[in-house]
């Protein structure tokens, strides 16, 4: 995680994320909004994940989507979006995101989904929608 201070918006998206999720603090919200927004572009091509993050950019959020390990940014660019199942991608949340007792990875993944959906036009929220794995697609169209 980088240590940037956080601009409003930001501080405003983490602290609904928190508030949602039941976290303890704005700092394990950033983190496991990271791992979600991690995962999520991993089922994306390029240009849908540079979508995603240009229709952030004009809620000023697109530092919570770019992910902040320069390595994994890198290698994102070369490979095709990948084949993740729902499990697969809450078991993500849990062993990734380190998350704090009595949290629970699918009411992570619900908080992110929904403070993301306040901030994304309906074009993107559409295009995110379509790449998800089907429980979690349902999990993101009825929040």
Do not use: C
Not at 56 to 61: G, K, P, R, T, Y
């Amino acid at each position: 995680m980088t240590t940037s201070v956080l601009s409003k918006n930001e501080q405003i998206f983490l602290e609904k994320v928190m508030d949602k999720a039941g976290l303890p603090d704005i700092y394990d919200a950033r983190s496991l909004t990271n791992i979600v927004f991690r995962t999520m572009r991993d089922l994306m091509t390029n240009k849908t994940d540079k979508d995603v993050q240009e229709a952030f950019s004009d809620a000023n959020l697109e530092n919570l989507w770019e992910d902040d390990n320069p390595f994994v940014s890198f290698l994102s660019h070369f490979r095709a979006p990948l084949n993740i199942d729902s499990e697969t991608f809450l078991r993500r949340i849990e062993q990734e995101g380190g998350l704090p007792e009595k949290a629970k990875a699918d009411a992570v993944v619900i908080a992110v989904f929904s403070t993301a959906r306040e901030a994304l036009p309906q074009e993107e929220i559409e295009r995110i929608g379509d790449r998800l794995p089907e429980a979690l697609k349902i999990m993101w169209e009825q929040i």
